[in-house]
Nanobody, 123 residues
């Protein structure tokens, strides 16, 4: 499956952005999905995950209550709605897919990755 992330850009603190991850080559309904991010000079970390049928979602503590992951399997697309953005949310955001129902929080558990989209939050 090929993944294409989009929607990044520049936002002010307190603002919102919505990231999209469009899949091609396979139907996303067979894959759990995750969003990760990597800030400059830091390791890649888990942000949010969603099961293949949207039955369960999970968030890193740093984004809980501000970010929402969702998916539209009919459109083969996963979203990350980011509200109340903070400067510390600045990072390259990656979507990832793993075949099967359950999401995991470690990057090696995902076989397919999008190219990343840059989010910059100014104070």
């Amino acid at each position: 499956v090929q993944l294409q992330a989009s929607g990044g850009g520049l936002a002010q603190a307190g603002g919102s952005l919505r990231l999209s991850c469009a899949a091609s080559g396979r139907t996303l309904s067979n894959y759990a999905m995750g969003w990760f991010r990597q800030a400059p000079g830091k390791e890649q970390v888990f942000v949010a995950g969603i099961t293949w049928n949207s039955g369960n979602t999970y968030y890193a503590d740093s984004v809980k209550g501000r970010f929402t992951i969702s998916r539209d399997n009919a459109k083969n697309t996963v979203y990350l709605q980011m509200n109340s953005l903070k400067p510390e949310d600045t990072a390259v955001y990656y979507c990832a897919a793993r075949r099967g129902p359950a999401y995991f929080t470690a990057p090696p558990d995902y076989a397919y990755w999008g190219q990343g989209t840059l989010v910059t939050v100014s104070s």
